[in-house]
């Protein structure tokens, strides 16, 4: 008898929990496949999309392996320069999200130089074409702006016919 | 929205159930009005809050790098963009975005964030209070 009211708002939990995934079925984001045009959909946790997409797109999971986001879950007070502190809960429930989705395809394996994409190997190479003046243009800023060149970033789509370098 | 499964025995919870899936929702959207935030801040200040002084406090980088205004533009009616990653940030006056001010606990949390990031501290509650006094003063 004393379990059912705990019994209950785990019910209610639940009923939280799909309420929050409805809210986050709308937005998709691709993972890093094998083939990097054969997009994933993936909903995003609302909570994610919430904290991580204020201050730059919530970059895809799959796009880091585990150890990189947690790493960066677990200093998010001095953030790249950025104060981006989190309750420990919400911090700790994202964290789990991340390296569950993380990638794990072995470009994405290994952890790049900071925990950047940016700096990962693949990355890199992906965007050898950029010339290196282009990265400081006022209208991108940073190579980590990924939607200044790929307009459909913030959906997961980094489809390399829908680019556009802004001048 | 009611679960058809539940027993006649668990019923007797339902309430309970309810009232704790709507106090988490109530937390997690807890409205408030610009106005009544400004009230909270000067009330903690015990002093009222200068709209001028919050203009300058916010244009002002205090010795570091970034000011509030390098992210939400000089004059926020407008949208800003932020100082290292471009992205792109709404109008931070309540006139121009109603639902700036509308979140305690999101606005507690941005209010820590980025007064650490640009003075190395937390703002203090007349601070606070000055600078949403400056922002409700903004007007179409």
């Not at chain 1, 009211?5 to 995934?21: D, E, V």
């Amino acid at each position: 008898m004393p379990n059912m009211p705990h019994l209950i708002s785990r019910q209610a939990m639940r009923l939280l929990n799909l309420l929050g995934l409805l809210v986050g079925l709308g937005v998709a984001t691709a993972a890093w496949a094998d083939d990097d045009r054969q997009a994933r959909q993936l909903p995003l946790l609302p909570a994610y999309q919430q904290e991580c997409a204020s201050c730059h797109i919530a970059y895809p999971p799959a796009f880091l392996p585990a150890e990189s986001w947690r790493r960066l879950m677990r200093t998010l007070p001095t953030h790249f320069g950025s104060d981006a502190s989190l309750d420990t809960e919400t911090a700790a429930a994202v964290s789990d999200w991340l390296s569950s989705h993380a990638g794990t395809y072995k470009r994405v394996r290994e952890t790049p130089p900071e925990d950047r994409i940016t700096r990962s190997r693949w990355f890199i190479k992906k965007h050898d074409e950029v010339p290196a003046a282009a990265w400081a243009r006022p209208a991108i800023k940073s190579a980590a702006n990924c939607s200044a060149c790929h307009p459909q970033a913030e959906k997961g789509d980094f489809n390399e016919h829908r680019i556009r370098i802004p001048r | 929205m009611q679960p058809k499964h539940l027993t006649t025995h668990q019923f007797k919870y339902l309430p309970r159930a309810l009232l704790v899936a709507s106090a988490c929702l109530a937390v997690a959207a807890h409205a408030a009005t610009p106005q009544e935030l400004l009230a909270t801040y000067s009330g903690q200040a015990q002093a009222p809050a200068s709209p001028s002084r919050g203009q300058q406090f916010f244009t002002n980088t205090h010795g570091g790098e970034w000011s509030c205004a390098s992210c939400h533009g000089a004059v926020p009616t407008k949208g800003g963009k932020h100082a290292s990653t471009g992205k792109a940030i709404t109008p931070l006056a309540p006139a121009f975005n109603p639902e700036r001010f509308t979140d305690p606990a999101k606005v507690e949390k941005w209010f820590r964030r980025n007064c650490k990031d640009v003075l190395t501290r937390e703002c203090t509650a007349a601070e606070k209070a000055d600078v949403l006094a400056w922002l409700l003063s903004l007007k179409p």
